[in-house]
């Protein structure tokens, strides 16, 4: 019977997730095929519509059409990104001609934002007979003819380009339409976006579609099981309140259930395949498997002969210098942890034999850390580390000697150490006993719950990017983190940060040293942190942790789409502007983090705490806090740079 379900296991793959609609695609004149949740309107009653806004009515065969409060738009394209829309402006007769477009009469494209949809900020808006020049913006790129080489961004008769992913609140804000323009004079106006989603520097035609792109959403009270399982809820950049369902990694689709889903992709033999593809030629690997299987044992047997002879040696004569060497380093880790000795037995006890449901974060090389409860009912995180020869455990003393002599309020104290179970020591810091900032990030998300408040994560970026700016530059030699991850930050009820996860043994050079400042020859410095820093603060900007998080991330930040990066939790369109700024700022601090973290001197840790604490005092001075956040009153209290990012009133120089 085991053997049956093994070869189940190995041989049926999972199945992949991917929705399948219940209806043939639709088509009208150039538009091969209508997406979800959009549907035509001609009586068939085939599936289910999420709303009656998504109704498209075909004219003739030939024009698609989209119904928005009282108006029509003719539909020209929908975007492959699957959130907005293209159509035209309307009266092809009220046009004016000009050096490098047709603009179209201001008064007669008229557009009301709603629940369903808004004008992205994707557009780059062309004016045209405006009396105000203040309007014209050198950094949209210009409108430039596609049979010319002349660029027209002065304010004459070649009119004026506006790009409204440029605009920071001026003039343009989401949820308005073109007319905001009238009171600048503007009679004329046309509006080019990119062929692909985004808008572009550059305007040439060549790259460009004509027309104004139209971002379509889902309203949080519908958007609940529409989502595929294998798809996130987004926010969208240009409706209100509105957002989107989007594949998670590794998958590709609408990410709604009922539309295309999220299908499974991979790339096999250079070629990136869909669906069960990706499992195919799983059952061929059975008999090596099973190979795999057997030559384990094989080793386990031998491993635990070769245990029974080397207990058996130990009970010889001879092992004099042995037991010699293990007393040394009994005396040096009692120095080293100015604290308490455990044994081995009793935090094997405190975190139930080690078990994975007591696993807090897998720091990769570095061990592992897990939570346990010791006798006396106190709760600890433990740091297991595995070193392989007597020259990595004493690296692991002289770290943990580093780490117990540094005090800071925001890094957890080590409590104790055990080495009694030979090369594998641990240890012991204190717990707090509120989770790790990566449980309440994904919690929260499991539960539908807001999980952390704005003010709170805003004040963990503050300590974290603190105590590393703090151990980087008033500690001598300077201590680096090097394992830095949500799952690092333990918080407590008070949801400030105690650190743990510093890496205690240097690896080699094909990994971040242990950043104790004793290697002079450490491959990496502080700007792996920095690095490191930035991946979490995306992760508390976004609620959730992916692989490619970074990439994806940054690129809709530096594209001006904050909004969409934004946890929905956090109903980003509903909060004040200071506190849609306050994200911006956090945003744009984790994408310089994330682009300049691994060069020389272009970013310090210093300079990121400097920012993260600057918003949080800002934050706590505007709801009118007489005092900064918990642990942050010293670092409001100094002025040079140094004590601004400190939190110690001391200088610890660890020898």
Not at 51 to 59: H, N, P, Q
Not at 137 to 165: E, K, Q
Not at 404 to 432: K, Q, W
Not at 472 to 487: A, D
Request: hydrophobic residues 35%; glycine residues 10%.
């Amino acid at each position: 019977m085991i053997i049956i379900i093994v070869f189940l296991l190995l041989v049926v793959p999972p199945a992949a997730s991917g929705g399948s609609r219940s209806c043939p695609p639709e088509k009208c004149g150039s538009i091969d095929s209508i997406p979800y949740p959009f549907r035509l309107d001609n009586g068939s009653g085939c599936g289910d519509l999420l709303s009656d806004a998504f109704w498209l009515s075909c004219v003739n065969s030939t024009s698609l059409f989209v119904s928005i409060g009282l108006y029509k738009y003719q539909v020209l394209h929908f975007f492959p990104d699957g959130g907005g829309l293209l159509v035209a402006f309307g009266n092809e007769s009220a046009r004016y001609s000009s050096l490098c477009q047709r603009y179209y009469d201001l008064r007669l494209f008229r557009f009301r934002a709603n629940d369903y949809f808004g004008i992205s900020k994707d557009n780059v808006v062309g004016l045209y007979g405006c009396g105000d020049s203040s309007l014209c913006r050198s950094d949209c790129g210009g409108c430039r003819d596609a049979n010319t080489t002349t660029t027209a961004t002065t304010f004459a008769d070649s009119g004026c380009c506006y790009s409204l992913s440029k605009d920071r609140g001026g003039v343009w804000r989401v949820g308005d339409s073109f007319t905001v323009f009238e009171e600048f004079g503007c009679k004329g106006f046309s509006s080019w976006v990119g062929s692909g989603s985004g808008s572009g520097s550059s305007l040439d035609k060549s790259d460009m579609k004509h027309g104004v792109k139209l971002e379509w959403a889902v309203p949080s009270s519908l958007i609940k099981d529409v989502c595929d399982s294998n798809a996130r809820i987004v926010n969208t950049s240009s409706v209100i309140f509105g957002m989107r369902c989007e594949c998670v990694d590794g998958f590709i689709g609408d990410g709604f259930a009922k539309g295309t889903g999220c299908l499974k992709y991979c790339v096999r033999d250079g070629s990136v395949v869909y669906g069960k593809t990706c499992y195919a030629k799983r059952h061929g690997r059975g008999k090596q498997m099973l190979i795999a299987g057997i030559l384990t044992l094989a080793l386990s047997l031998v491993t635990l002969i070769a245990f029974f002879c080397l207990l058996k040696r130990q009970s010889k004569p001879g092992t004099a210098d042995h037991d010699q060497t293990r007393s040394q380093n009994s005396a040096s880790l009692k120095k080293a942890c100015r604290t308490n000795l455990f044994t081995h037995t009793e935090l094997e006890q405190a975190t139930k034999g080690f078990s994975d449901d007591q696993k807090l974060v897998n720091i990769g090389p570095g061990g592992t850390i897990y939570t346990g409860t010791l006798t006396d009912g106190i709760e600890v995180a433990i740091h297991k580390v595995h070193c392989t020869t007597e020259t990595d455990l004493i690296h692991v003393l002289s770290r943990i000697k580093v780490l117990s002599e540094v005090s800071h309020t925001n890094m957890a104290r080590i409590l104790g150490c055990s080495i009694d179970s030979g090369y594998t020591p641990l240890v012991v810091f204190e717990h707090p006993g509120n989770g790790t900032l990566e449980q309440h990030l994904c919690q929260a998300r499991i539960d539908g719950k807001i999980g952390l408040e704005w003010h709170n994560r805003l004040k963990i970026t503050a300590q974290i990017s603190s105590v590393l700016a703090y151990l980087q530059t008033e500690i001598f030699p300077p201590v680096f983190h090097h394992g830095l991850q949500s799952g690092c930050v333990l918080l407590d009820h008070d949801m400030s940060v105690k650190l743990v996860g510093f890496e205690l043994l240097d690896h080699g050079s094909d990994t971040c040293s242990s950043g104790s400042g004793s290697n002079s020859n450490a491959p990496f410095s502080n700007k792996n942190d920095v690095y490191a820093l930035g991946v979490m603060l995306l992760e508390i900007l976004a609620g959730r942790k992916s692989a490619d998080l970074a990439t994806v991330a940054s690129r809709k930040i530096r594209n001006g789409k904050v909004e969409e990066v934004v946890d929905p939790m956090l109903y980003y369109h509903e909060q004040p502007l200071y506190r849609k700024e306050q994200m911006g700022i956090v945003a744009d601090v984790a994408t310089r983090c994330c682009l300049f973290g691994g060069d020389d001197g272009r970013l310090g840790m210093h300079d990121v705490a400097r920012e993260l604490v600057h918003v949080t005092k800002e934050s706590a001075d505007h709801v009118g806090s007489k005092r900064g956040p918990a642990g942050l009153e010293e670092t409001f209290s100094n002025s040079s740079l140094l004590q601004m990012i400190s939190l110690s009133p001391d200088s610890i120089y660890a020898a």
